[in-house]
């Protein structure tokens, strides 16, 4: 059975999906899907136990060996953004239920699950694959049923953002295809590993260099990468709660690790950043996304959008990690990848449980929340301090890195930029505390009591994970730095 784990681990979340559609009761579908995506979170937990054992894991399917058959290949970077995607789903999943019933129709209820487990195991199955061709498909899955998930919300703009959201994305999954066609023109294969072995041979090739630069632009419109970011803030403010936690946290951080996997293993480090400019490229559109969206932030009256806004700039932090090109930036990278998956998805939970008693997430309906929510309240600021990247919290593990990685770059107007971005990031969430603690409560919500326990367990739990790994983040520094030399970047 061990040996089938990096397949269950997809198939497990795909085949439970039409299965939700033959239980008919509401809390019976949400536990299902709560068993299904935790199974899948201990998978993950065994894979990268027995990656970090045995080293890469290598599964055929049908047992046809590549490049004939298509294989799952998990290593360190395979592994842990499945501990990262698992783990979340897991976490939000236990808040669906209660976070659903104020905000989707009764009718909706099986329909948000079965969503929600396409949604997983297309994500799970970029991830896994060894196969270019695959992380198309699967990315399809992904994006299809997260234009679904979107469109579910109350509000009638949740469709427009849906569109949006579509049309944007099938730009981009089209660029990415193109890309993948030129290498298979060029190569003759699909399989991610024979593609890392030949394609350094044709580094001289204008078109390898076409392919490279559709398949970047198709990948950064799907992660949102300023200024290809349009469709994202109002995907996350009006679509139901609990998705805008679930794709906050997990979306961007799959479509990074696809970024990831090619330019490091597939086109290689040395086409990505001595042929091409590469370097120069991200660190301007990570400086430019950083301070620009957390500028936009900071105008906001809808308070998910303000986050939605705070995560384009996230985005940027990692891009810009990567931009530094060296050990450090890419240790960075891969520690906010964790990182803010703990800090955004604990945020737009607590925006569910304000969601759930409000009604509202416009920001004057924050006025004396501190008093009549003090726990969902607390979180947000907790939330808030990481974003900010206060000591004590994951956000500040972060940006140190950031930080020491352009100091070795000497890039100390870099250094600045970053240390202007946090400065940014806490006047934004100031005015979140200053409403809810320092502003007087409007007479018609003296009635609004504490969320439920079943959305502030969820919430509660990201935010003490955001504390634990900030004042004792070994594991993560450990395991980010075996991915980082995985890939290349670490003698």
């Not at 999906?17 to 998978?43: D, E, Y």
């Not at 890039?411 to 809810?436: D, K, M, Q």
């Amino acid at each position: 059975m061990s040996s089938q784990l990096p397949i269950l681990q997809v198939i497990i979340p795909l085949i439970s999906a039409p299965l939700c559609l033959i239980i008919s009761r509401p809390k019976l579908v949400w536990l299902f899907t709560l068993i299904a995506s935790t199974i899948s979170f201990i998978i993950s937990i065994i894979l990268i136990h027995q990656v970090m054992q045995s080293g890469t894991i290598i599964y055929s399917l049908g047992d046809w060996e590549a490049p004939i058959g298509i294989e799952y290949r998990i290593d360190y970077l395979n592994a842990y953004l499945l501990l990262i995607v698992t783990g979340i789903s897991s976490i939000i999943l236990l808040s669906a239920h209660t976070s659903i019933t104020a905000e989707l129709s009764h009718n909706k209820y099986v329909l948000f699950y079965v969503l929600f487990l396409l949604c997983l195991s297309g994500m799970l199955g970029i991830i896994a694959t060894g196969d270019a061709f695959n992380v198309f498909v699967f990315l399809e899955i992904a994006s299809l049923s997260s234009y679904s998930l979107i469109a579910l919300g109350k509000d009638r703009r949740a469709l427009t953002a849906a569109l949006r959201y579509l049309l944007v994305g099938t730009l981009g999954a089209t660029f990415i295809l193109i890309g993948i066609g030129l290498m298979y023109m060029m190569t003759g294969t699909l399989n991610m590993h024979d593609l890392s072995e030949r394609l350094p041979n044709l580094s001289e090739s204008r078109t390898l260099i076409i392919a490279f630069s559709f398949f970047t632009v198709g990948v950064c419109l799907k992660l949102a990468l300023f200024p290809l970011h349009w469709w994202l803030p109002n995907a996350y403010a009006y679509a139901p709660s609990v998705v805008s936690a679930f794709l906050a946290a997990t979306a961007t951080k799959v479509a990074i690790y696809i970024l990831l996997r090619f330019i490091f293993t597939v086109f290689g480090i040395e086409f990505s950043f001595s042929i091409l400019p590469l370097q120069k490229i991200l660190l301007a559109l990570g400086l430019v996304g950083i301070l620009t969206a957390s500028t936009i932030a900071i105008y906001q009256n809808n308070v998910k959008q303000l986050f939605a806004y705070s995560s384009i700039s996230q985005i940027a932090y990692i891009i810009l990690a990567l931009g530094m090109n060296n050990s450090t930036g890419l240790v960075a990278a891969l520690l906010h990848l964790f990182n803010h998956a703990l800090m955004k998805g604990a945020l737009f939970l607590a925006l569910s449980a304000v969601m759930y008693r409000v009604g509202s997430t416009q920001l004057t309906d924050f006025s004396g929340l501190g008093k009549s929510m003090p726990w969902t309240m607390a979180a947000i600021v907790i939330g808030g301090l990481s974003l900010i990247g206060i000591p004590l919290t994951v956000g500040f593990i972060s940006k140190w890195y950031m930080l020491i990685a352009s100091l070795e770059n000497n890039l100390w107007p870099v250094t600045v930029l970053i240390l202007l971005g946090s400065i940014l990031t806490g006047i934004y969430v100031w005015r979140i505390v200053e409403t809810a603690y320092f502003t007087t409560n409007k007479t018609g919500l003296n009635h609004i009591k504490e969320a439920p326990f079943s959305l502030l367990l969820p919430t509660w739990l990201l935010i003490l994970a955001n504390l634990y790994f900030g004042i004792n983040p070994r594991f993560t520094i450990t395991i980010t730095k075996l991915t980082a030399q995985s890939l290349g970047a670490m003698p």
